[in-house]
């Protein structure tokens, strides 16, 4: 062709800027756009080949080439694709974008939004400005007779245009690297962003510097992707230990895997990948997984927030979407009814994988129940199709060590207390009400994370009827032994009785005191929060830890048992003058020991309990 030179599209003059400054919030994003496009030009040409309308020779390896020079600051990129005519150059290189450059420029204007643009206008060519002075292009189509065109363009809106050296069918793209991409002009940062964006791409993909082609070549190159990836093949055709080799590879987690679903679905939208249940040691907060997002194998993004349900970034997976747009805006995405649908539908295979483990591999599931319980959990909270999915297979450990659904334990206790689920939260500190009611045939369940508190209120909102206490919150009746009615003068007077020694003792007349006839002689006093005081505390902890005095008063309640010994003991012996701080040391001795099976002891009613131990300790010694 003769030589010829020309201005691009009409205004371009404004999108070299814009390129450069605000295009992509990555300028390594070059790599992708460069390789994704000779990945593009390969997969067109094999199309025309099965279909008979192009020929290659029978041995033809399609590869894309990424070569270095270091030294001469270039970076070229070469295909072995369709290769473009004269015609093609000025058509898809020259003439920016096909929807003009106006209405480019118009739309987006006032959008800094940095990752929207290139995939909706074919512009991807032109993120090779963002870091080359200079960008070269020598071409050769696969038609017959076709000549082969070279095309340069230094960033201004001039190109030139004219006859190629190049003698094989395909591209390269020569980038003659500037000041803002000379940190691309290192082999090892090259390297990972070609593994970050292209390591799963269709296309055989060969980084390769200039003094390595210019050696004998020793050993057979490999090439830095893998252009099958498992989440292609049918789950049938996968082996455990190709998941597990997978998710080691992806991931760098040498932690095996938990349990994993493979998606594959072709209709109504195409979506292929695998998801990885990590373990997740038992709390949501401090844990996000990656799910990495691709399209048609080439990456995307990380933990993409619009595409995934949030809850689900606690897992690990790859998603392969090839519907949507490459450069992934989120403002684009939010609101397109699309990826509504794949977010439902991810829901719901998560969900359906659960439900079959329950149902088919009750034992699995009950050993991975511990890892995964705040993942399910922080899904019931965040996505109501998926509480409604999975809340009969929500199951808690009780404290005789076994597994229920919540039906299951309301079902078994309901004799005992009818839609009133107890609970746990730290089996040591609480470890002499769980004692309580193993003695007395009840049943309690453990809830220790951080998710529980929301959750359990979660519950009580949809389960009409339903609530819970903590094991400490309240006395079942089943723990009390029945009252003579004859004496109820007598008991209330003891109760009174009781009262003023333990409030005059404790120098504490606000102190709340119930006296309980309880089954069990060996408890002497037991501590009582009520529910929603203790919930109260627990929110203002988790939301800034608010600690303002009297915000929300402990309604604490100190039960004293009339059925134990040292309780009678001190209900006898008030009286005496020569009792009197013996008295009061046992009263401060109870109300302590009440408090250790509560919570702990601030530092100072450490230091007098113990100080106080001894003294006992010493007086009962001189018996």
């Not at 590879?249 to 939208?269: A, G, Q, R, T």
């Not at 250790?596 to 006992?616: C, G, Q, T, V, Y």
Request: with cysteine.
């Amino acid at each position: 062709m003769s030589h010829e030179k020309g201005n691009l599209s009409i205004h371009s003059e404004n999108i070299f800027p814009i390129i450069k400054k605000w295009l992509y919030s990555d300028h390594d994003i070059f790599i992708r756009e460069l390789v994704s496009n000779g990945s593009d030009a390969i997969l067109k040409l094999k199309k025309l080949v099965a279909m008979g309308e192009a020929s290659v020779p029978e041995n033809t390896q399609y590869k894309i080439q990424v070569i270095l020079d270091e030294k001469n600051k270039i970076i070229k990129v070469c295909d072995n694709g369709i290769g473009m005519t004269g015609e093609e150059v000025k058509k898809y290189i020259n003439q920016i974008a096909f929807s003009g450059a106006e209405d480019f420029l118009e739309k987006y204007k006032d959008k800094m939004d940095k990752d929207q643009i290139i995939g909706h206008f074919g512009l991807g060519f032109y993120s090779a400005f963002m870091v080359a002075e200079k960008v070269q292009i020598d071409t050769l189509s696969y038609q017959e007779n076709a000549a082969p065109v070279r095309w340069i363009c230094t960033g201004g809106t001039e190109y030139e245009m004219e006859d190629s050296d190049r003698s094989e069918r395909g591209t390269t793209i020569t980038l003659y690297v500037g000041e803002e991409g000379k940190e691309f002009l290192n082999e090892y940062k090259l390297r990972q962003i070609l593994e970050k964006y292209c390591g799963f791409m269709p296309v055989e993909i060969y980084l390769e510097t200039v003094q390595e082609k210019d050696k004998e070549e020793k050993e057979e190159p490999k090439p830095i992707n893998d252009p099958h990836p498992l989440w292609l093949k049918h789950p049938n055709d996968c082996t455990e230990e190709e998941y597990k080799a997978f998710y080691r590879k992806v991931f760098m987690d040498f932690n095996e895997p938990l349990f994993w679903i493979h998606l594959n679905m072709d209709y109504p939208f195409n979506l292929k990948g695998i998801l990885y249940f990590p373990k997740l040691k038992n709390e949501f907060d401090t844990i996000e997984g990656k799910i990495k997002l691709f399209n048609n194998q080439v990456f995307v993004a990380d933990n993409i927030k619009e595409v995934i349900p949030e809850f689900l970034l606690l897992l690990k997976g790859t998603l392969d979407c090839p519907d949507l747009p490459l450069n992934v805006s989120r403002s684009f995405l939010q609101n397109d009814g699309y990826v509504t649908k794949i977010s439902n539908y991810i829901t719901k295979k998560v969900a359906d994988k659960l439900t079959s483990l329950y149902k088919n591999q009750k034992d699995d599931y009950i050993k991975y129940w511990d890892d995964i319980h705040p993942f399910i959990k922080y899904g019931a909270l965040r996505e109501p199709k998926f509480y409604e999915k999975v809340k009969d297979i929500i199951i808690y450990k009780t404290i005789n060590g076994d597994y229920v659904t919540l039906k299951e334990y309301l079902e078994r206790n309901e004799s005992k207390h009818k839609d009133k689920v107890f609970y746990v939260t730290d089996e040591r500190q609480q470890a002499q009400y769980i004692k309580l009611f193993k003695d007395n045939n009840m049943e309690a369940v453990i809830l220790n994370s951080n998710i529980d508190n929301p959750f359990i209120s979660h519950i009580e909102m949809h389960e009409s009827g339903i609530s819970f206490n903590r094991i400490d919150a309240d006395i079942s009746e089943h723990l009390k032994a029945e009252d003579d009615k004859k004496d109820e003068a007598e008991n209330k007077a003891l109760q009174e009785k009781l009262e003023k020694i333990f409030k005059d003792n404790l120098n504490n007349q606000e102190l709340k005191v119930q006296v309980e006839n309880l089954k069990s002689e060996n408890v002497s006093a037991m501590i009582l929060l009520s529910e929603q005081s203790r919930r109260m505390e627990e929110m203002s902890k988790m939301f800034g830890g608010m600690n303002i005095p009297n915000m929300f008063p402990k309604e604490q309640t100190l039960v004293l048992n009339k059925n134990n010994k040292l309780i009678q003991t001190i209900a006898e012996k008030a009286d005496a003058e020569e009792h009197k701080e013996l008295i009061q040391m046992l009263c401060e001795q109870v109300y302590d020991l009440a408090m250790l099976s509560h919570e702990p002891l601030d530092s100072e009613a450490m230091n007098k309990f113990i100080d106080r131990s001894n003294l006992l300790l010493s007086k009962v010694a001189q018996f």
